[in-house]
């Protein structure tokens, strides 16, 4: 994939967008609670027209709202270009989309990978099969987006990951994953991207990797595309300048989003 063609797809005109934003409260059978949800829905050219949809996972300490406003303010702009549904699901201050065997009502995989998608499926006009959903995120949200993604392979065609925390092993304790998983070290490892590696090899998904050169998280991302590299797992990774900050993922996000758009629309024009 050229700059080029990059640059052109994102610097089109972004001219009278009227996409809408809905606010929700999904329940979550697994948790035995409530989940605030935005949806952002792009406007329909015709009259039944059905979407593809990009669930988008914020990172540690943030918020769908924040998301909006501060990490990735382009996206109704992007659901109009594009023509995607974006589903932007709270995943709570520190919740890294795991099932915590400690919390009971800390249980986001399930509600990202099984229970969401089917909500957005009964009330929303998707296009609802594997080749037609995304998952994307940065920070927590990149982790999440390759740990629940491959996870569950059979709902999500593409993973994007931006400055993903792909391995919190080393940062556990300040990140509270003794507090989700337990204290007994050994455990962590069956929550962690670069431990669940392998499952690539055959989930037969779409993978765009983006990290920041001046990122903390650099060398474990590094760490990620070389192993995909060595088993032979194809996948985009993009190392370009930038820093673990909203000015980074909200740029990445756009390359990310492009990727899914022709993710989704291969072979129709």
Partial sequence: MKHSMLLLWLLLPLMGMAATVDTLAVFSNAMGKSVRTLVISPEAKKAGQRFPAVYVL???????????KEDIPSLPALADQYGILFILPDGAFDSWYINSPVKKNSQYETFIGQELVSYVDQHYPTLATRDQRAL???S??????LYVGVKHA????????ICGAVNFIPFARDFGIDKLVGPDSTQWKYYNVLDNAPYFIFSQQQLVISCGAGDPFLAYNRRLHEYLEQQHVPHTYIEEPGVHDHDYWSKAAQYQVLFMHQYFTRGKY
């Avoid at 059979?154 to 990951?161: E, K, Q, R, V």
């Fill in 58 to 68: 914020h990172g540690y300490s943030g918020n769908p709202d924040r998301t909006l």
């Fill in 136 to 138: 994307m995120g940065w």
């Fill in 140 to 145: 927590m949200g990149g982790h999440g987006a």
């Fill in 154 to 161: 059979t709902n999500f065609g593409a993973l994007g990951s």
